[in-house]
């Protein structure tokens, strides 16, 4: 017996709020729900919220269990009736801020940036301001030259990158080629090329991940693979080098699952170096030398190839290697005993 999810209404059209945002929701606790906090039951069953958002809405008055207000601490008890309220949230705005960009590709339909790492690609939940958004409004958004489709928010975003991996980003100036941009990304039809650094040594020289990717019901701030209801995902890559104790190589997406590069390989017992979400140390070992943090995932989108949506040409952007994952891994390299030429020869397609 499984847990029967019953959404009532949906919210009006406001701003920033999708259109199937769901007002309420009503659930019955199956058997093997039995015993579970409710705020535990409702994050699991909701997996759009997050459980400080669901504590939130319980500690507000907004959930019954059998018609009756409940705690967050309630216990559960098979075939109870839960019902719970999710108001809209306050909507946000994007505000343009003069910050710099650097432009890989730009035409009048679309445009490539260069993300650094550390920044975030658009507003949201804690994150007002210094956002790429914030700074493409600055640049093109007084002449209304971003696409509109995903919202005040998100405009001209068509994918992301994660707070902490750099490179090649794809924004859209118009929602035609939004349009056409997000069915190629739906199709697989844009390549899309990473750079990593992984603690551990692959055995193999090229290989292919397909581990399906979902929430982690326990850490929410985190992706698994060990749920089988994932969403299918694909990751192939390439070695280009092997250090002691590391592997740097390639790695391209067929799909864009969130933290799909990291969650692949860290379920392989090779995490991104620098990224300690996914088990990666804080401070590397090369050998018996201890190196200084990171302060990053070693994460970098040097590669993104696709056909224009208007001219049908192949566009092909690549983003130069940050100087400062450059420097780390010759600072590996020569603390591993590498010769500083090969290292500076793998680099080299990169920088």
Not at 23 to 37: H, M, Y
Not at 104 to 128: F, Q, R, T, W
Not at 297 to 303: D, E, T, Y
């Amino acid at each position: 017996m499984t847990s029967k999810h019953t959404p009532v209404d949906k919210a009006p059209e406001e701003t920033n709020v999708p259109r199937d945002f769901p007002r309420a929701a009503k659930f019955i606790v199956a058997t093997e729900d039995a015993g579970q906090r409710l705020d535990r039951f409702l994050t699991a069953h909701l997996p759009d919220f997050s459980r400080t958002r669901i504590q939130s809405l319980l500690d507000h008055g907004h959930a019954r269990v059998n018609g009756a207000p409940a705690k967050r601490s309630h216990r559960v008890e098979a075939g109870d009736a839960v019902a719970i309220e999710i108001p809209p949230l306050t909507p946000m705005h994007a505000q343009p801020e003069a910050i710099p960009l650097e432009i890989l590709y730009s035409d009048e339909d679309l445009i490539v940036v260069n993300k650094p790492a550390g920044m975030v690609v658009h507003p949201g939940a804690g994150v007002k301001t210094g956002t790429i958004v914030n700074a493409l409004l600055h640049e093109f958004g007084a002449r209304g030259e971003l696409s509109s489709i995903a919202g005040e928010l998100r405009p001209g975003i068509v994918h992301r990158l994660d707070r902490e991996t750099s490179g090649a980003l794809l924004v859209a100036r118009n929602d035609r080629v939004h349009r056409a941009l997000s069915d190629q990304f739906r199709d697989r039809q844009i390549g899309k090329t990473y750079i990593a650094l992984l603690h551990g040594r692959l055995k193999d020289d090229t290989g292919r991940i397909e581990l399906p990717v979902s929430r982690d019901l326990h850490r929410r701030v985190r992706m698994t693979t060990r749920r089988r209801e994932g969403r299918a995902a694909r990751t192939d890559w390439r070695v280009r080098m092997r250090l002691p104790g590391y592997t740097f190589l390639e790695a391209d997406l067929h799909t864009g699952r969130t933290h799909q590069i990291r969650v692949h390989f860290s379920a392989l017992g090779h995490p991104v170096v620098g990224d300690t979400l996914y088990g990666a140390p804080a401070q590397p070992k090369a050998g018996a030398t201890l190196l200084p943090p990171l302060g990053r995932n070693f994460l970098h989108a040097a590669h993104l190839h696709f056909l224009h949506p208007t001219t049908g040409k192949v566009i092909d952007v690549r983003a130069p290697m940050p100087a400062d994952l450059a420097n780390y891994l010759r600072q590996l390299a020569r603390a591993s005993g590498a010769r500083s030429e090969s290292i500076d020869a793998v680099l080299a397609p990169y920088l």
